[in-house]
Nanobody, 123 residues
Framework: QVQLVESGGGLVQAGGSLRLTCAPS????????MGWFRQAPGKERELVAA????????YYADSVKDRFTISRVYAKNTVYLQMNSLKPEDTAVYYC????????????????WGQGTQVTVSS
């Protein structure tokens, strides 16, 4: 069974940092684009960051540019989301996603999803 397993969420004060990890199991996603979405209560799910299969193209939502960094380590079949200068409005459940091609993921669609990890930023 293919799974995307997120970890690294938690409670942090505004201005703090967290690093989310997505570790797929059941198959390798080295040829897939990977991304992080988030959904806050009462809001629609939004794409936060994405990285293509080669690691050379990345996408960031305007709200997280210059604060968040997405990266992938092929040897570990793992994708990270480094989140710095966190704000209360970053509070949401964060989901890892994988799909191909990259353009499909950037448009907000994905065939593979994790179960999510809660990020809470206190003011």
């Amino acid at each position: 069974q293919v799974q995307l397993v997120e970890s690294g969420g938690g409670l942090v004060q505004a201005g703090g940092s967290l690093r989310l990890t997505c570790a797929p199991s059941g198959r390798t996603f080295s040829s897939y684009a990977m991304g992080w979405f988030r959904q806050a209560p009462g809001k629609e799910r939004e794409l936060v960051a994405a990285i293509d299969w080669s690691g050379t193209s990345t996408y960031y939502a305007d709200s997280v540019k210059d604060r968040f960094t997405i990266s992938r380590v092929y040897a570990k079949n793992t994708v990270y989301l480094q989140m710095n200068s966190l704000k209360p409005e970053d509070t949401a459940v964060y989901y890892c996603a994988a799909d191909s091609p990259y353009s499909k993921l950037v448009k907000g669609s994905s065939d593979y999803w994790g179960q999510g990890t809660q990020v809470t930023v206190s003011s």
